[in-house]
């Protein structure tokens, strides 16, 4: 009877210690069920991070890229600002007279490049660009004296009779023979026709 009791106690002891076993075991795979779940949501918060770190790093760059672009072309601007005043500063006023000059000018490479002001003056200058510059004005010797200024034409003879208006006749005066003959009545009845014509107008006298 002894042993029986015996022996039922050992059989609980190790029930209850298998069971507490299972228990534990059940408690431990819990735990590492936990632990990996929050292993996996720290390597989601870690990759957020990468990929945000990465989003910035992305947006810098194009940051940076957009501010050298916008420095680059506002140099340009400057440069070319500075070329047409140089183009205009000689008398290129014309649009299409600019744009050639500063289309050819940009073709000339190397480092002896001269600036622009020296080549609008040199002589090597092309026609297609000295076109455009007007012709300097003739320069006008020390002492000389102004040039006289134009004359205008005379007035048409209409104009002139008008301004000048009513101008003097001029009495005729018959020849002397024909005075000497109309103051002596019978020698011009006699002689009329001599120094009259069948018209009634006297004669020219030859």
């Known amino acids: 009877m002894e042993e029986e009791d015996t022996e039922a106690n050992q059989d609980g002891r190790l029930d209850r210690r298998l069971k507490k076993l299972a228990k534990e075991r ?17 390597d989601a918060k870690a990759q ?31 440069a ?4 047409d005043r140089a ?15 500063r ?11 001269p600036p622009v002001e020296e080549w609008l003056a040199s002589d090597a200058l092309p026609r297609a660009v000295s076109v455009y510059i007007p012709a300097a004005p003739s320069p006008t010797a020390p002492g000389a004296p102004p040039p006289a ?13 008008a301004n000048r208006g009513a101008q003097p006749t001029t009495t005729y005066q ?26 009634g107008y006297l004669k020219k006298p030859g």
Request: hydrophobic share 35%; aromatic share 4%.
């Open 103 to 113: 289309m050819l000018y940009s073709q000339i490479e190397g480092d002896d490049k």
């Open 48 to 78: 957020s991070v990468d990929k945000l770190a990465t989003t910035l790093t992305e947006m810098e760059a194009r940051m940076a890229q957009q501010e050298s672009d916008w420095s680059t072309r506002l140099t340009q601007q400057q």
């Open 174 to 199: 018959a020849p002397a023979d024909v005075r000497s003959a109309a103051a002596n009545p019978e020698y011009w009845r006699a002689n009329r026709a001599k120094f009259v014509t069948e018209d």
């Open 149 to 161: 200024p134009p004359t205008q034409p005379p007035p048409p003879t209409s104009e002139v009779t």
């Open 80 to 83: 070319d600002h500075e070329l």
């Open 26 to 42: 059940r408690d431990g795979l819990a735990r590492i069920k936990e632990l990996e779940n929050q292993l996996a949501d720290q």
């Open 87 to 101: 183009i205009m500063s000689r008398g290129i006023v014309e649009s299409e007279g600019i744009q050639v000059a």
